[in-house]
T-cell receptor
Framework: DAGVIQSPRHEVTEMGQEVTLRCKPI?????LFWYRQTMMRGLELLIY????????DSGMPEDRFSAKMPNASFSTLKIQPSEPRDSAVYFC???????????FGPGTRLTVT | SQQGEEDPQALSIQEGENATMNCSYK?????LQWYRQNSGRGLVHLIL?????REKHSGRLRVTLDTSKKSSSLLITASRAADTASYFC???????????FGAGTRLTVKP
C-alpha cells in the first residue's frame, strides 16, 4: 500500500485565494483526520470523519475552512478565502476503527502571502 | 485542544545513552499512543498501550502507563543518531472518537 497520499506537497498562494488540499487515505481505513501543525500551536485536530461522515469538526478554526469526504478514498480540505495566518503544514491521517492507530500522510506545506 | 503534555520539551543526549520522555494527560483514556516525527515529515506510529496495561515493549522502546497518575513514559534504550526526532504522545478517550496530541519532545542524539 502506498500509504496516505496528500497533494499538493507545497502550496504558495496569495491572501484571499481559495486553497484546496487533497487526501487519499489507506484503502480499508474507516477514519480520516485532518490536522494543522504550526510552531506556535503544535498539532491541532481540525476535523475527523468516520465512514465518510464528519464526526467532530469543532477544531475547524472558522467558517473559511470546510472539509468533505465524498467517498471512502478521497477527502478535501478547503480554505476560502485564505489568510497569512493559515500558513502551516496540513496533515491528513487515516486509521482503522478504534483504537485509532493513525497513519499520517507527508503533509502539505501551505504558505499564504 | 491538546490533551497530553510531554516533558521535557527538548532533550539532548549522546549516542548510546537512554532517553526518557514523559507524558501527562487530564481525562480518562482508552489508550495512549506514542508517535515520532522527523523534521518535515508526517508522524509515524510507534506504540500503543491500552488503559489496562502497565508496560509495553517494542524493540528498543519501552512504554509505561500509570492511569492513577495519568502519566506515561517512553524510554528509548541505546539511542542512535537516527532517533533524533520529535516524539508525541496521543490519548484516545472513552467518550470521544478522536485522539489528542501533546506538544511533543524534541530529542537530539549526538553521534
Amino acid at each position: 500500500d502506498a500509504g496516505v497520499i496528500q497533494s499538493p506537497r507545497h502550496e504558495v498562494t496569495e491572501m484571499g485565494q481559495e486553497v484546496t488540499l487533497r487526501c487519499k487515505p489507506i484503502s480499508g481505513h474507516n477514519s480520516l483526520f485532518w490536522y494543522r501543525q504550526t510552531m506556535m500551536r503544535g498539532l491541532e485536530l481540525l476535523i475527523y470523519f468516520n465512514n465518510n461522515v464528519p464526526i467532530d469538526d469543532s477544531g475547524m478554526p472558522e467558517d473559511r475552512f470546510s472539509a468533505k469526504m465524498p467517498n471512502a478514498s478521497f477527502s478535501t480540505l478547503k480554505i476560502q478565502p485564505s489568510e497569512p495566518r493559515d500558513s502551516a503544514v496540513y496533515f491528513c491521517a487515516s486509521g482503522p476503527d478504534k483504537p485509532w492507530e493513525q497513519y499520517f500522510g507527508p503533509g502539505t506545506r501551505l504558505t499564504v502571502t | 485542544s491538546q490533551q497530553g503534555e510531554e516533558d521535557p520539551q527538548a532533550l539532548s543526549i549522546q549516542e548510546g545513552e537512554n532517553a526518557t520522555m514523559n507524558c501527562s494527560y487530564k481525562t480518562s483514556i482508552n489508550n495512549l499512543q506514542w508517535y515520532r516525527q522527523n523534521s518535515g515529515r508526517g508522524l509515524v506510529h510507534l506504540i500503543l498501550i491500552r488503559s489496562n496495561e502497565r508496560e509495553k515493549h517494542s524493540g528498543r522502546l519501552r512504554v509505561t502507563l500509570d492511569t492513577s497518575k495519568k502519566s506515561s513514559s517512553l524510554l528509548i534504550t541505546a539511542s542512535r543518531a537516527a532517533d533524533t526526532a520529535s516524539y508525541f504522545c496521543a490519548t484516545a478517550s472513552w467518550n470521544n472518537n478522536d485522539m489528542r496530541f501533546g506538544a511533543g519532545t524534541r530529542l537530539t542524539v549526538k553521534p
